[in-house]
Structure formats: structure tokens, C-alpha cells
């Protein structure tokens, strides 16, 4: 093999002969150019000109200006208590989803179900629950239940099972084989193997996951309400609808400070969990 020093000085004197072939090169522009014209056209069919985006940002300048100062309005307690209604309905949902996707979890994962055919179509059903956005089931549950928390919390519980379920399947198909064929040497049967072998090892990564999508589901929530799911959010879109901006301002604010707070908390759990689970 020829010396690397011996190759940059060749490639130094004859670039060409260590350029990439002609039909690479061609492919690689032409699907750049492909791209940039896709994006072009994408923008005019979306209409999306320059004199819209500045006459929006005007726009956006004195809605930004009304919103100053901040203000809860004359009843601030309601405030309050819609963020502990969003609180409460991402948790009530992300809990109640969490357990039901446990056995789901199990189910889809190929280390425990070795029958092909019924994994996949348990995958299949999984990812009609999350291809679905929540937004989608939250309109349908709200026609089915009425107003109110109750359509977000099965809206929550609906999506985020089916997400939960596949990333639990992953965790359990990543434990070490080692400690199940240990456990099984034991004598213990598919349950017992399932119970002491696999979810010691997994269930650390699984209540990570359960808090990144409780996290996940605090935001969430707030844009469930704007469609009539109730919480913190059906009453920013009532101040927007009523144009009362500093109002809504001050509701910004109070769920920045709400998703910060539940941010810092789950992000050193999921830190702590992990650690343990090394």
C-alpha cells in the first residue's frame, strides 16, 4: 500500500485523477438543483413573498406592542386554576398511557413475542395510535365527550400509548441476553423470565421515557385547550379571540415558566433514572 504522504502528494499533483467519477458528480448536482428548485416552487404555490412575511412582521410588531405590559385581568385565580387543569390533564393522561402501554410494550418487542405475524400487526395498530396527532384525536374526542379536559386526557392517553408502547418494545429488545439466559437457567418460566430478567433491565429507560413524554405532554396541553379540550389553553384562545393581548401575554408567560419548571424536574429525574439503570 502506497504511503499516505506519497498519496496527498499525487492527489496534489493530479487532482483529477482522485476526483470523484463524472456520473456522482452529475447525480450530486443534479439533486441539489432538484432540491433548490423543489423549495422555489414549494414557496410560490404557498404563496410565500417577501411583501407578506414584511407586512406580517409589522403585523406582529404591534400585536407584540398591545401585549405590553402583561396582565392576569380581573380574574386571575381562573388563570391559576386552568394551568393546574393542563397540569393535571397531561399527567392524568401520560400516567394512565404509560401503564397501558407496559403489556403493549411487551407484546411488540421480539424477544418476547416471537410470533411474526401478530408483532406486526400489534406494530401496525401501535402506529395508528401515534400517526394520528393529538390535535386530530383531541377534535374527535371533543365531538364524542363534549368540552372540557376530559377529550385531552383521551386524546393523551390514545397517542401517547402507541408511542410509549414502541419505544418500551425497543428498550426491552436492547436488554442484555446474558441476564435473561440466567434467569431462565434458573428454571423460571416466560413470565417469571419477563419479569426478573427484562424489566429490571429496562425499566429505568422506561420511566425516562414516561417523563420525557409527560414533559413533552405539559406543552402539549396547552394547544389541546385551543380546541376546546379545556386547561390553560382554552383560555389564552378566548383572550385572543377577544383581542385582549396582555392578557394573553401574561398567559404566554405563565406557561413559560410552567414548561421550564416541569422541564428542569424531568430532566434530572430522566438524568437520575438513567444513572441507576448503568
Same mark, same amino acid.
Given at each position: 500500500? #502506497?504511503?499516505?504522504?506519497?498519496?496527498?502528494?499525487?492527489?496534489?499533483?493530479?487532482?483529477?485523477?482522485?476526483?470523484?467519477?463524472?456520473?456522482?458528480?452529475?447525480?450530486?448536482?443534479?439533486?441539489?438543483?432538484?432540491?433548490?428548485?423543489?423549495?422555489?416552487?414549494?414557496?410560490?404555490?404557498?404563496?410565500?413573498?417577501?411583501?407578506?412575511?414584511?407586512?406580517?412582521?409589522?403585523?406582529?410588531?404591534?400585536?407584540?406592542?398591545?401585549?405590553?405590559? *402583561?396582565?392576569?385581568?380581573?380574574?386571575?385565580?381562573?388563570?391559576?386554576?386552568? #394551568?393546574?387543569?393542563?397540569?393535571? #390533564?397531561?399527567?392524568?393522561?401520560?400516567?394512565?398511557?404509560?401503564?397501558?402501554?407496559? *403489556?403493549?410494550?411487551?407484546?411488540?418487542?421480539?424477544?418476547?413475542?416471537?410470533?411474526?405475524?401478530?408483532?406486526?400487526?400489534?406494530?401496525?395498530?401501535?402506529?395508528?395510535?401515534? =400517526?394520528?396527532?393529538?390535535?386530530?384525536?383531541?377534535?374527535?374526542?371533543?365531538?364524542?365527550?363534549?368540552?372540557?379536559?376530559?377529550? =385531552?386526557?383521551?386524546?393523551?392517553?390514545?397517542?401517547?400509548? =402507541?408511542?410509549?408502547?414502541?419505544?418500551?418494545?425497543?428498550?426491552?429488545?436492547?436488554?442484555?441476553?446474558? @441476564?435473561? @439466559?440466567?434467569?431462565?437457567?434458573?428454571?423460571?418460566? =416466560?413470565?417469571?423470565?419477563?419479569?426478573?430478567?427484562?424489566?429490571?433491565?429496562?425499566?429505568?429507560?422506561?420511566?425516562?421515557?414516561?417523563?420525557?413524554?409527560?414533559?413533552?405532554?405539559?406543552?402539549?396541553?396547552?394547544?389541546?385547550?385551543?380546541?376546546?379540550?379545556?386547561?390553560?389553553?382554552?383560555?389564552?384562545?378566548?383572550?385572543?379571540?377577544?383581542?385582549?393581548?396582555?392578557?394573553?401575554?401574561?398567559?404566554?408567560?405563565?406557561?413559560?415558566?410552567?414548561?421550564?419548571?416541569?422541564?428542569?424536574?424531568?430532566?434530572?429525574?430522566?438524568?437520575?433514572?438513567?444513572?441507576?439503570?448503568?
Amino acid at each position: 500500500m #502506497m504511503p499516505r504522504p506519497d498519496i496527498a502528494a499525487w492527489r496534489a499533483r493530479a487532482p483529477r485523477a482522485f476526483a470523484p467519477p463524472l456520473a456522482r458528480r452529475l447525480l450530486a448536482w443534479s439533486t441539489g438543483t432538484a432540491v433548490l428548485f423543489g423549495t422555489l416552487a414549494a414557496l410560490l404555490w404557498l404563496d410565500m413573498t417577501p411583501q407578506r412575511i414584511l407586512n406580517g412582521l409589522s403585523e406582529l410588531l404591534r400585536v407584540a406592542l398591545l401585549m405590553l405590559p *402583561p396582565s392576569p385581568g380581573e380574574r386571575p385565580m381562573e388563570l391559576v386554576w386552568a #394551568m393546574l387543569e393542563t397540569l393535571a #390533564m397531561a399527567f392524568a393522561g401520560t400516567f394512565i398511557a404509560a401503564l397501558l402501554a407496559v *403489556p403493549l410494550g411487551f407484546l411488540a418487542a421480539r424477544n418476547v413475542l416471537p410470533l411474526g405475524p401478530l408483532r406486526f400487526g400489534l406494530r401496525r395498530f401501535l402506529d395508528v395510535l401515534r =400517526g394520528v396527532d393529538q390535535l386530530i384525536w383531541a377534535l374527535i374526542f371533543v365531538r364524542a365527550v363534549g368540552l372540557g379536559p376530559l377529550a =385531552g386526557v383521551l386524546s393523551i392517553i390514545v397517542t401517547d400509548t =402507541g408511542t410509549l408502547a414502541k419505544l418500551y418494545s425497543e428498550s426491552l429488545e436492547n436488554a442484555d441476553r446474558r @441476564e435473561i @439466559e440466567g434467569v431462565r437457567a434458573t428454571g423460571a418460566g =416466560g413470565v417469571q423470565t419477563a419479569r426478573f430478567g427484562l424489566l429490571p433491565q429496562a425499566l429505568p429507560l422506561m420511566l425516562s421515557h414516561a417523563l420525557y413524554i409527560f414533559e413533552s405532554n405539559v406543552r402539549s396541553s396547552t394547544i389541546l385547550g385551543i380546541v376546546g379540550a379545556g386547561g390553560i389553553g382554552f383560555q389564552l384562545s378566548d383572550r385572543i379571540r377577544a383581542l385582549r393581548w396582555e392578557e394573553a401575554a401574561f398567559i404566554i408567560l405563565m406557561i413559560l415558566v410552567m414548561v421550564a419548571v416541569i422541564d428542569s424536574i424531568s430532566g434530572a429525574l430522566r438524568r437520575r433514572l438513567l444513572a441507576s439503570g448503568r
